[in-house]
């Protein structure tokens, strides 16, 4: 059988080869009776089109590159697997690099990306961002946007979730539940996400009155390994927390580990909150309260601005996120009994 070209979907539709094209490529003016033919057409027919020559011709590859600080973490995966969707959706694919948090690798990903001549490189990776790799993207011309980060004078757009809001919203929840003695855990203080998550936390002890020495802050490494030796730290000291703010679900994880290992139950000994509702934090013992971010919106405007035709528009976007309470929270114990009483 012989191969299917766009002279036979023009046939088919009884339209042009001009207007084949104009349909799958959502330029110029046709109207919807013949969109609807067309498609028609290349479905009945399962014509494919021909990428490479169609990128040759447009001098673009269809692909686009996506930096995170680690494709294995449960959030970035989240993040690289909704942003190849929206891409799909475009023809177009995602290669994914980890940067592992280094500026260096950072730099050398982005002169390889580069080299392949990619048509847009989105940046998830460390707040440290190198000036050379920023420079290297400027230099060539290439588009980018900056994704779950905010970067100050940034040269592209970006988008972010407002983390200020999300801790915010999961420290109220804990306190209108009754909680008073509360603890948060971060991620390194050097990360922006971390000092607006402390924000938020803060913000919302001081609307409710809550002295600022009633609670305790403590920031460490990634990933579960630093909630749990976390945890190891805040239960050397005598006045324990009844709440714990940890500002990923993998932090929460940790924690919940090192609690349960020393016969502490949650949510009826001290309640746990996490942040980012990954597949995991639903699927814990029990299933951890959290902050949802906003990540398939997010990716939508990411990758519409990164192809959009028209000059890119320096703007910084925050997108809310949304409290997700499931069973790691409850009233303190001493809550309960004053009620009762």
Do not use: W
């Amino acid at each position: 059988m012989s191969k299917v070209t766009i002279y036979d979907v023009a046939k088919r539709a009884g339209v042009s080869t001009a207007t084949v094209s104009k349909v799958l490529n959502g330029t110029g003016r046709v109207g919807k009776e013949t969109i609807a033919r067309v498609e028609r057409a290349v479905e009945e027919l399962q014509y494919r089109p021909n990428l490479l020559a169609s990128a040759l011709k447009k001098k673009r590859t269809f692909t686009l590159g996506l930096l995170v600080p680690d494709v294995v973490n449960p959030f970035a995966s989240l993040l690289i697997r909704a942003i190849e969707e929206v891409a799909l959706s475009y023809n177009y694919s995602v290669l994914a690099c980890s940067t592992d948090n280094k500026q260096e690798r950072e730099e050398k990903l982005v002169d390889t990306l580069l080299s392949k001549r990619f048509d847009g490189i989105i940046i998830a990776s460390s707040e440290f961002s190198s000036e050379s790799a920023i420079q290297q993207l400027q230099r060539q011309d290439v588009r980018a946007v900056f994704v779950d980060r905010v970067v100050t004078d940034s040269p592209y757009p970006v988008f972010a979730t407002d983390h200020y809001l999300g801790s915010y919203l999961v420290t109220e929840h804990l306190i209108q539940l009754g909680h008073r003695k509360l603890a948060v855990f971060l991620e390194p203080l050097y990360l922006r996400s971390s000092l607006e998550r402390l924000r938020g936390f803060s913000a919302a002890l001081e609307a409710y009155g809550i002295a600022q020495n009633s609670f305790q802050v403590y920031s460490g490494g990634f990933g579960a390994d630093a909630g749990y030796a976390l945890a190891q730290q805040i239960l050397q000291r005598e006045d324990l927390p009844t709440a714990i703010v940890a500002t990923t679900d993998l932090i929460a994880v940790g924690v919940l580990q090192k609690l349960h290992e020393v016969g502490i139950v949650v949510p009826r000994d001290m309640s746990l909150v996490g942040y980012d509702d990954i597949p995991l934090a639903g699927m814990a013992a029990p299933p951890l309260t959290t902050v949802a971010q906003p990540v398939i919106e997010m990716s939508k405007l990411v990758v519409a601005a990164l192809l959009s035709e028209e000059a890119q528009e320096i703007t910084t976007t925050l997108l809310p996120p949304k409290l997700v309470v499931r069973n790691s929270t409850a009233a303190p114990e001493s809550y309960v009994v004053a009620e009762r009483e």
